[in-house]
């Protein structure tokens, strides 16, 4: 429960105050670490538990992969992989393994990789590990999904816009237009929108949140004149948007 909440502190408190350990417990304190930023410290703990004589199961080796996805632990990542498949453990990688290690290679440029594990999982990739590709392919511009994983997407059950919306960029991007139709259509029959754009500001304590082409705050046509106002004067100080 500490770790969850953030207070890394409070759980290895009562994390050291067991007096005996078991892999729930070993597994929620890594997992904590592993979430909020303290990679090396999660893999540190990690040694520990395989030291305490504790044999790890796949949601260890999650947590771990996790520690180096967000602490950029390439080489760490790599290591503790094969430890994970290899003797005297041989666990088999689930998907979220797998999805672990894609996300940290992308996150680290070397998407050549990603694409070599990707080709050898023995399940086909899911919706985050195609949106960590055409993340780094917008990123990068290194990278050509196969036919297989762009033919896969339509079978995610998958609501959330990004992965679409980056699919089509890409497709954009290599002038692909019957494409791009394609993806909007399968959009629009799976009944998935683009999330509009928005900014939020704090002024006097109280958050504000604007909607590209909303007009519902109460203070809309105050606000858009003194937008205006602030527009005319920037442009009487030599300022020329590159808006098209």
């Known amino acids: 429960m500490y770790a969850k909440c953030g207070c890394i502190e409070m759980a290895q408190h009562v994390f050291n105050l067991l007096p005996s350990k078991n892999i729930r417990t070993w597994n929620a304190y890594i997992g904590g670490l592993a979430i909020n930023g303290h990679g ?7 040694g520990y538990l395989v030291e305490s004589g504790t044999r790890p199961n796949e949601v260890t080796f999650l947590a771990v992969f996790t520690a180096c996805c967000h602490s950029g632990l390439v080489d760490e990542g790599r290591s503790y992989f094969n430890l994970m498949t290899n003797p005297p453990y041989n666990l088999s990688p689930l998907l979220e393994h797998y999805g672990c290690m894609v996300d940290l290679l992308c996150r680290a440029e070397l998407v050549g990789e990603a694409m070599e594990l990707i080709k050898k999982m023995p399940m086909p990739p899911d919706v985050q590990i195609l949106g960590a590709l055409l993340s780094a392919s917008n990123t990068y511009g290194n ?34 237009w019957a494409e791009v139709r394609n993806i909007r259509r399968l959009m629009k029959e799976k009944g998935i929108s683009k999330a509009p754009g928005s900014s939020l500001i704090r002024v006097n304590g109280k958050s504000h949140k604007f909607l590209v082409g909303d007009n519902s705050h109460p203070q809309s046509e105050d606000i858009h004149i003194l937008l205006n106002i602030l527009a005319n004067q920037t442009y009487l100080e030599g300022y020329i948007d590159t808006l098209s």
Do not use: H, I, R, W
């Open 40 to 46: 090396k410290e999660a893999l540190k703990q990690f």
């Open 143 to 176: 990278v050509k999904l196969t036919p297989t994983m762009l033919k896969s997407l339509p079978n995610f059950k998958c609501q959330e816009s990004g992965v679409y919306v980056l699919l089509s960029n890409l497709y954009a991007t290599d002038k692909k």
